[in-house]
């Protein structure tokens, strides 16, 4: 898929804004009812209820393992720690509950 490469920015950029509004779109949904929906009013001891009171989370930091640019004025392993996390893939994983 080389013929991407050109765009990779843009792509990336429409991907965090989709994302954004898919994630906006579900936390308004789940604590403002806005918009009306299925899942509005849903009962507890339904699959599709309890999804509103369960809540798993994960992630990637740093998924394609890129290093941070080289700081040489740095004392703290090379890399500017005001500006970049540590250096490496992070995960992470988050469950709530709430009733």
């Known amino acids: 898929m080389d013929f991407l490469k050109p765009y990779t920015s843009q792509l990336l950029s429409v ?23 299925p899942m509005n009013n849903a009962s507890p001891v339904t699959m599709s209820g309890t999804a509103g009171i369960l809540e798993l989370i994960g992630g990637v930091n740093n998924l394609g393992d890129k290093e941070p640019p080289a700081c040489l004025s740095c004392s703290l392993n090379g890399y500017d720690a005001s500006n970049y996390d540590l250096p490496g893939r992070f995960y992470y994983v988050e469950a709530n509950f709430k009733f």
């Open 15 to 37: 991907l965090r804004v989709m994302s954004a509004l898919l994630l906006l779109q579900h936390g308004t949904g789940k604590y403002l009812s806005i918009p009306v929906g």
